[in-house]
């Protein structure tokens, strides 16, 4: 079955500090996309990053970068130096690209930033 | 470019009454996509719709919920009798492609509009 599990439901983290939210995968699909959103409080899913099953390199974009390890299923955002306007939701994602459809998306994560 | 738009942003009604929900995708993206969230759980997949067609339409909970997409533009998702446990957040997204070969198939959120059945 098709399944995105986030093991940590909150973080706390000191600001400037870096951060690395986890995310583990399931799936026997050998082409699917993975995802990371950002929600804050205002409710709005925002487009964080994406990782290809095929893609060799790890993405990166900015301050976030996915540490994704294939064969062990995970795709981990990482967010380097992070700040106070961090503090939000984040959900990984995957895209199954065989069913050309739905997001699964996992739980979540509330990460909160101290000052 | 504007972004996905839903309307209304919050909606509360009593059980027993209709809903209707409202999603603007981006202009010319032909995927459109509902999902929810409920009350401390996942985000879920309810439909997809290429155009006006619905494509995949296995996430919707039952038959009180009807989604259309007259035109292949904006879409509605309505409940009818709406039931508490239909309480939650509704998510619209749209996309230009569903994925490879074409892109990466990444969905553009709308800000969502929280439902509350009580």
């Known amino acids: 079955a098709q399944k995105i599990t986030q093991t940590q439901p909150g973080m706390f983290v000191q600001e400037k500090e870096a951060v690395t939210l986890d995310c583990t995968y399931d799936t026997s699909d050998p082409s699917y996309g993975l995802f990371w ?27 976030y970068s996915l540490n994704f390890q294939k064969a062990r299923k995970s795709a981990n955002l990482v967010i380097s130096a992070s700040q106070l306007g961090d503090s939000a939701m984040y959900f990984c994602a995957m895209i199954l690209y065989s069913s050309a459809s739905k997001i699964i998306f996992g739980s979540g994560t509330r990460l909160s930033i101290r000052p | 470019e504007a972004g996905v738009t839903q309307f209304p942003s919050h909606s509360v009604i009593e059980k027993g009454q209709t809903v209707t929900l409202r999603c603007d995708p981006i202009s010319g993206h ?20 290429v155009k006006e067609s619905k494509q995949d339409e296995s996430g919707m909970p039952n038959n009180r919920f009807l989604a259309e997409r007259t035109g292949g533009t904006y879409s509605t998702l309505k409940v009818q009798p709406a039931e508490l446990e239909d309480s939650g957040v509704y998510f619209c997204a749209s996309s230009q492609d569903i994925g490879r070969p074409s892109g990466s198939g990444e969905q553009f959120f709308g800000p969502g509009t929280r439902l509350t059945v009580l």
């Open chain 2, 30 to 49: 032909d995927n459109l996509y509902w999902y929810r969230r409920v009350m401390g759980k996942e985000i879920k997949f309810l439909l997809h719709f």
């Open chain 1, 37 to 63: 959103y950002k929600q804050p409080s205002s409710g709005e899913m925002i487009f964080l990053i994406y990782q290809g099953s095929y893609d060799q390199q790890n993405a990166t974009e900015g301050r």
